[in-house]
T-cell receptor, first 113, second 112 residues
């Protein structure tokens, strides 16, 4: 049981390049999330998908787009990377809309130069 | 929206001593308060949680207390061990869709 799997684990981008972070969960969860983690800032929600077919903005959505491809997969796209998007990105999932445990992936370290 | 403040940002304790991390929240509608532990190079993992109808919850060496009136909650780790060294996050959530707001984290170092 892999839980939440995200790829790639490490990536270096040049300013202006685009890339997509992939995420998949095998726990049959309805809700999925993308967070970014920066020193001293904790975990900030970028986008979330409460259920398949829906996506909503979180706290820091600017510069990102998401796609809930199916129930298992939720991708995060940077259309034109900026140095301010250098961060560690975490995909996560939970059973559903009722508040409960969030399960995180291992993280993706992104550097934009 | 919800605002969660967490203190201290770093904490060093001797092995065997207790560690306490404190958080405050702003939204009185919040009713779920999880704590996550993040080891180096890993994603956060839930270690304990408490709901607003409970004042205290224990799980072996870990306990969490909640004061809804004051809107603060705390994590207590007793008999600390080197493997407790990690970053700990508190969080608050409640109402409607699940949108969990995290604190800024506490880096706990347990000195052998």
């Amino acid at each position: 049981n892999a839980g939440v799997t995200q790829t790639p684990k490490f990536q270096v981008l040049k300013t202006g390049q685009s890339m997509t972070l992939q995420c998949a969960q095998d726990m049959n969860h309805n809700s999925m999330y993308w967070y970014r983690q920066d020193p001293g800032m904790g975990l900030r929600l970028i986008y979330y998908s409460a259920s398949e077919g829906t996506t909503d903005k979180g706290e820091v959505p600017n510069g990102y787009n998401v796609s809930r491809l199916n129930k298992r997969e939720f991708s995060l796209r940077l259309e034109s990377a900026a140095p301010s998007q250098t961060s560690v990105y975490f995909c996560a999932s939970s059973v559903g809309q009722v508040v409960n445990t969030i399960y995180f992936g291992e993280g993706s370290w992104l550097t934009v130069v | 929206g919800e605002n969660v403040e967490q203190h201290p940002s770093t904490l060093s304790v001797q092995e065997g001593d207790s560690a306490v991390i404190k958080c405050t929240y702003s939204d009185s509608a919040s009713n779920y308060f999880p704590w996550y532990k993040q080891e180096l190079g890993k994603g956060p993992q839930l270690i304990i949680d408490i709901r607003s109808n409970v004042g205290e919850k224990k799980d072996q060496r870990i306990a969490v207390t909640l004061n809804k009136t004051a809107k603060h909650f705390s994590l207590h780790i007793t008999e600390t061990q080197p493997e407790d060294s990690a970053v700990y996050f508190c969080a608050a959530s409640g109402g409607g869709y699940q949108k969990v707001t995290f604190g800024t984290g506490t880096k706990l170092q347990v000195i052998p």
